[in-house]
């Protein structure tokens, strides 16, 4: 039986999907599969990377005769899948196949269990880098139920937000039954994945549709950022830009929702914010209290920039955008400050529930490598059923 489908979407990033397939691959489990939906204009490099793996757990869904945008590509993964669970990475990331253990042990205690997440583990791939990074380490082991009222609270009103909900639900970096996700495409629009934002799309839908939270506090997947990543317009305003222009060639749908201001590209809150709003507004959803909480998440989303110049140009930009929402009298909540420090050393060792070590550790060179290394220091799955 297939517990748990692995699934990667990819596009013109084939030696970082082949470098984690690779690695789960390796795993003796078999009751996981992978499966590769490549969107590239090149189809050869992971069509000869499956056939030379020849692994009846690997299945890869070639390029169609023209491009996919990400949604697209997303979609029509969850067709190809067998397993009872379903997770989706990116393809610079790495995901746990003994998540299966996890799986199974949760739904013997939690039997109506339909949605599972867990800690996060960030790792810059060395091309990315520009200077020594830090990282942390969840350490806690605890499996543990969270009220779907208070993830509705943290993910509708940014309740304790940082630059962004802090509501980790959905099929992205998480686990859904394929059952939910099949009443997530029945009870709203026909579609597994609506808004170009395929990520925060799917936790609005699975939050709205989901009946039984659980977290595990170990980690068990690395979001990577490459050099090619998304992510890298976070740390780049030339990359972000260029990275938008490709998305919006790319993308199917509307991005903007109606009456809201922001512009995506000033960024990751915006775009939540767009993302939430599309949905609350496609639902005939209306809500208030959670606008102070969510310029407060603009604020921190300014201060997550360690470029002066990129600062001061996103802190006008939520400012002007702020004013022509809520008025002036909005911007008491909005107070970012400069924050990045290049002469304080990285701290490293324990602060409350995190290690905090430099990325370099181990000298990882990829996603997959990096999680080996951590799972050294993690609590060993195979003691979970015992634990509890």
Request: net charge negative; with cysteine; hydrophobic share 40%.
């Amino acid at each position: 039986m297939t517990m748990l489908s692995i699934c990667i979407p990819t596009r013109n990033r084939q030696v970082y999907a082949i470098s984690a397939v690779r690695a789960m691959l390796m795993s003796e489990r078999q009751d996981f599969e992978v499966v590769l939906a490549d969107n590239s204009d090149d189809p050869a490099p992971l069509a000869q990377f499956a056939a030379e793996a020849a692994d009846h757990r690997l299945k890869l869904l070639p390029p169609q005769d023209q491009i996919l945008s990400m949604r697209a590509n997303w979609e029509r993964i969850v067709a190809q899948t067998s397993g009872e669970w379903i997770s989706y990475i990116g393809d610079d990331d790495y995901l746990d196949p003994d998540l299966c253990e996890v799986l199974r042990v949760t739904m013997s205690r939690v039997p109506n269990v339909d949605t599972l997440t867990w800690g996060r583990l960030y790792f810059t791939w060395p091309d990315a880098r520009t200077g020594r990074e830090n990282t942390a380490m969840p350490t806690g082991s605890h499996l543990m139920g969270l009220k779907k009222e208070d993830m509705i609270r943290k993910l509708f009103f940014w309740q304790e937000a940082s630059d962004r909900p802090s509501c980790p639900y959905g099929v992205y970096h998480g686990a859904v039954k394929r059952t939910l996700l099949d009443d997530i495409r029945n009870t709203f629009t026909g579609h597994y994945f609506c808004h170009p934002i395929v990520d925060y799309d799917n936790i609005c839908r699975t939050l709205m549709v989901a009946s039984a939270f659980v977290y595990f506090e170990r980690p068990m997947s690395v979001f990577g950022s490459c050099k090619a990543s998304n992510s890298m317009g976070l740390r780049d305003a030339n990359a972000a830009k260029k990275l938008f222009e490709v998305f919006r060639t790319e993308m199917d749908g509307h991005m903007e929702a109606s009456n809201f201001p922001f512009p995506v590209e000033l960024g990751l809150t915006a775009q939540i914010g767009h993302v939430i709003e599309a949905f609350k507004q496609e639902q005939g959803i209306e809500i208030t209290g959670w606008e102070d909480n969510f310029i407060k998440a603009c604020a921190r989303n300014c201060e997550g920039h360690f470029d002066r110049a990129l600062f001061e140009e996103r802190k006008e930009g939520y400012r002007k955008a702020i004013i022509e929402w809520r008025g002036k009298e909005a911007l008491a909540s909005f107070d970012p400050k400069y924050k990045h420090r290049t002469d304080l050393p990285h701290f490293v060792g324990l602060h409350e529930k995190d290690l905090k070590m430099d990325m370099e550790i181990g000298g990882a060179t990829s996603a997959a490598e990096y999680y080996d290394i951590l799972n050294t220091m993690m609590f060993p799955i195979p003691l979970l059923e015992g634990r509890l």
